[in-house]
């Protein structure tokens, strides 16, 4: 069955950068692509970027400065990485697969909490 | 960047009641490429991720109960989800996949009295 598992640390100082994976089972990254939703608690989800099933990247105009998106398809892992950190990044961050022809959030993640604090 | 607005951002109901909650595009969401609504709607109950319930405004995903209809077109959408049960109780949100950056709304906290 479709998975998605996002793994990472749970603190990152401020100005750091984060690094979050994302393993997924039950599909192919070259089939499907993956997005990265972050929700900081209380608040409605944001979408941050995509990575197209044909490695191609689409990324929040409001982020793209500070974030990159990668795979490893060999692994079934897709890369977040997102530098100088502030207390505003804290929140829930989630790994989506986006189905059907549009990519809709079809399967989502757990999460994986980040705090930003020194 | 579309702008989602959704209201009431919370209600109480009762088992059994039938709900009604909006979310508003700042912009179309209709395409004619796929002749529908880019509009998704979410169900996140506590402690859980978002689950999909309903893409292109009103299509149901498999296995999500019947008693959740989409519906609405162009700017203006609704959920409504006939006789509630104590387990829809959750933070419905609806989002665009019209346009970059996707976008969602701010969500309707679902109570159950």
């Known amino acids: 069955q479709v998975q998605l598992k996002e793994s990472g640390p749970g603190l990152v100082q401020p100005s750091e950068t984060l690094s979050l994976t994302c393993t997924v089972s039950?599909?192919?990254?070259?089939?499907?692509?993956v997005s990265w939703v972050r929700q900081p608690s209380g608040k409605g989800p944001e979408w941050m970027g995509r990575?197209?099933?044909?490695?191609?990247?689409a990324y929040n105009s409001a982020l793209k400065s500070r974030l990159s998106i990668s795979r490893d398809t060999s692994k079934n892992q897709v890369f977040l990485k997102m530098n100088s950190l502030q207390t505003d990044d804290t929140g829930t961050y989630y790994c989506?697969?986006?189905?059907?022809?549009?990519?809709?959030?079809?399967?989502w993640g757990q999460g994986v909490m980040v705090t930003v604090s020194s | 960047d579309i702008v989602m607005t959704q209201s009431p951002s919370s209600l109480a109901v009762s088992a059994g009641d039938k709900v009604t909650m909006s979310c508003k595009s700042s912009q179309s969401l209709f395409s004619s490429e796929y002749q529908g609504n880019y509009l998704s709607w979410f169900q996140q109950k506590p402690g859980q991720s978002p689950k999909l319930l309903i893409s292109l405004a009103s299509t149901r995903e498999t296995g999500v109960p019947d008693r959740f209809i989409g519906s609405g077109s162009g700017t203006d959408f609704t959920l409504t989800i006939n006789s509630v049960q104590a387990e829809d109780l959750a933070v419905y949100y609806c989002e665009q996949y019209y346009s970059y950056p996707l976008t969602f709304g701010s969500g309707t906290k679902l109570e159950i009295k």
């Open positions: 039950g599909f192919s990254l070259t089939s499907y692509s």
């Open positions: 989506t697969r986006d189905g059907g022809q549009l990519g809709v959030f079809d399967y």
């Open positions: 990575m197209w099933y044909d490695g191609d990247t």
